[in-house]
Antibody, heavy 119, light 110 residues
Framework: QVQLQESGPGLVKPSQTLSLTCTVS??????????WSWIRQEAGKGLEWIGY???????NYNPSLKSRISVSVDTSKNQFSLKLNSVTAADTAVYYC???????????WGQGILVTVSS | QSALTQPRSVSGSPGQSVTISCTGS?????????VSWYQQRPGKAPKLMIY???KRPSGVPDRFSGSKSGNTASLTISGLQAEDEADYHC???????????FGGGTKLTV
């Protein structure tokens, strides 16, 4: 059973960089056919796909966030990470890491981590 | 504003059936058979309930079924149970550039 766990600061100041890490257990991040993704959800709102990295390092990002985000994989630690720079209050949300199929469908989710952007 | 449109809320009594719609466009729902539905209970992560429009992952009751017609996908839950009360989100593959789009979520009250 694959499990994912997000970690990182719960509070980030405006204009700074949000950095989160997802640790994968119960499976290898270099298993082919899966994308390692980030999704976020503002309070009371729907889900928003942020982007993914394949184990090889190839990436794909939400066009609306592309200029501010970076997703990377550390195969030696079985982890992947999200960096979102120049954050504002609008980036306050629960951030989920997930395993995504090539069809865009998500079969495993982390429990989520609330990140608040505030001074 | 979400790319896919879902009703904000639906309700039903135990034992009844409800259907939640998810309307997209010819760029997503209408072009690909990669629609999925997720159940999300308060404070919890979403859980995959339907994928590839109609398929159920192992462990999901057959009371949950999916379908699609044109640009609109639907999730039907039959024999409603109290434990089905949750938010339901739809998503669709939208091509290699946009990749994935979600609906705004529907709150089901039983």
């Amino acid at each position: 059973q694959v499990q994912l766990q997000e970690s990182g600061p719960g509070l980030v100041k405006p204009s700074q960089t949000l950095s989160l890490t997802c640790t994968v257990s119960g499976g290898s991040i270099i298993s082919g056919g899966y994308f390692w993704s980030w999704i976020r959800q503002e309070a009371g709102k729907g889900l928003e796909w942020i982007g993914y990295s394949y184990y090889s390092g190839s990436t794909n990002y939400n066009p609306s966030l592309k200029s501010r985000i970076s997703v990377s994989v550390d195969t030696s630690k079985n982890q992947f990470s999200l960096k979102l720079n120049s954050v504002t209050a609008a980036d306050t949300a629960v951030y989920y890491c997930a395993r995504e199929l090539s069809s865009g469908q998500i079969d495993y989710w982390g429990q989520g981590i609330l990140v608040t952007v505030s001074s | 504003q979400s790319a896919l449109t879902q009703p904000r809320s639906v309700s039903g009594s135990p034992g009844q059936s409800v259907t939640i719609s998810c309307t997209g466009s010819s760029s997503d729902v209408g072009s690909y058979d990669y629609v999925s539905w997720y159940q999300q209970r308060p404070g919890k992560a979403p859980k995959l309930m339907i994928y590839d429009v109609t398929k159920r992952p192992s462990g999901v009751p057959d009371r949950f079924s999916g379908s699609k017609s044109g640009n609109t996908a639907s999730l039907t839950i039959s024999g409603l149970q109290a434990e089905d009360e949750a938010d339901y989100h739809c998503s669709s593959y939208a091509g290699t550039y946009t990749f994935v789009v979600f609906g705004g979520g529907t709150k089901l009250t039983v």
